[in-house]
């Protein structure tokens, strides 16, 4: 008996057929499952959809002409074949703050192209939810279960990108020259001028430009940039208030026909210079 030497797969169409020999054309064929009959007058019987309730014993009597007849069976098995998982790379990106979560689009991109016989039940992704922490590559395990209960595991890279750039708010400081007429901005001040701003991944560097100031400027605008831990940065600008010097001047030239514009200026005496706001 054709067709039972080998296990059925589980929900495939499956035919049955028995080879007869001899010259007599009008054969009668009846096909049995144990001993019920489920068909006749052919010389192949198929089972569509084949269930593990299936397997058995399965026999043909076939009758000729003249009323002889002979018989043939054989059992027949039947297993399921585990699904087929085809992984795909994944590329996403975190959320403003930070998360991510695999979407049915996403798990559908992991395994596309994977198949079973019988169709799917589950599907399960490990890990399905990222953070800061995950940025750059990460294998996640696919394991794919079909409805007669068989499973295969793979791994598809799922990699995690931040493209989201810093809150960045400018809180105004004013600055006090030193006795030479300057002021430079330090770590405590840019740290003081961008102290609301944030990012979900971390800030990695703040800076501001320019950072110097002078006895010829009462306020001047500046830029704050601020990185992320991922490279992501955003600007604003704002201003700062620079204030006089706290204490005099160590040595001061007096210039009658000192001008009208701030700025170093040359008088008789030798290497003397002014400025404007300590005359």
């Known amino acids: 008996l054709v067709g039972t030497q080998s296990p059925a797969a589980a929900c495939t169409d499956i035919t049955l057929s028995v080879v007869t020999n001899g010259p007599d054309t009008s054969l009668h064929f009846q096909w049995y499952f144990g001993a019920n009959l489920i068909g006749s007058n052919a010389a192949t019987f198929t089972i569509p959809n084949v269930q593990f309730s299936n397997a058995g ?4 009597v076939v009758t000729n ?29 975190l959320a403003t703050n930070g998360n991510y979560s695999l979407t049915s689009a996403d798990k559908a991109a992991l395994v596309a192209g994977s198949s079973d016989n019988c169709g799917f039940f589950s599907t399960n992704f490990t890990p399905s939810s990222f953070t800061c922490t995950n940025v750059g590559p990460n294998t996640v395990t696919l394991v794919l279960t079909d409805v007669k209960g068989s499973s295969t595991t793979n791994s598809a890279v799922v990699t995690v990108q931040d493209l989201t750039p810093p809150t960045v708010f400018f809180t105004p400081i004013s600055v006090p020259l030193d006795a030479s007429g300057n002021y430079t901005l330090t770590p405590a001040d840019i ?3 961008a102290t609301n701003s944030s990012d979900a991944c971390g800030i990695a560097n703040e800076t501001v430009t320019p950072n110097t100031f002078t006895v010829c400027e ?4 500046v830029t704050l940039t601020v990185i992320d831990v991922n490279g992501n940065s955003n600007q604003i600008t704002g201003t700062i208030t620079v204030l006089p010097p706290v204490a005099p001047p160590a040595v001061v030239y007096v210039d009658a026909s000192y001008g009208t514009t701030c700025g170093p200026v040359t008088f008789p005496n030798l290497g003397g210079t002014d400025r404007k706001s300590v005359v």
Do not use: E
Not at 218 to 221: A, G, I
């Open 191 to 193: 740290n003081k001028i």
């Open 65 to 93: 002409s003249v009323g002889s007849s002979d018989m043939a069976s054989g059992a027949l098995t039947v297993q399921d074949i585990a699904p087929i998982v085809t992984p795909h790379p994944l590329t996403v990106t």
């Open 57 to 60: 014993n399965y026999s043909v």
């Open 218 to 221: 009462s306020s001047k605008s």
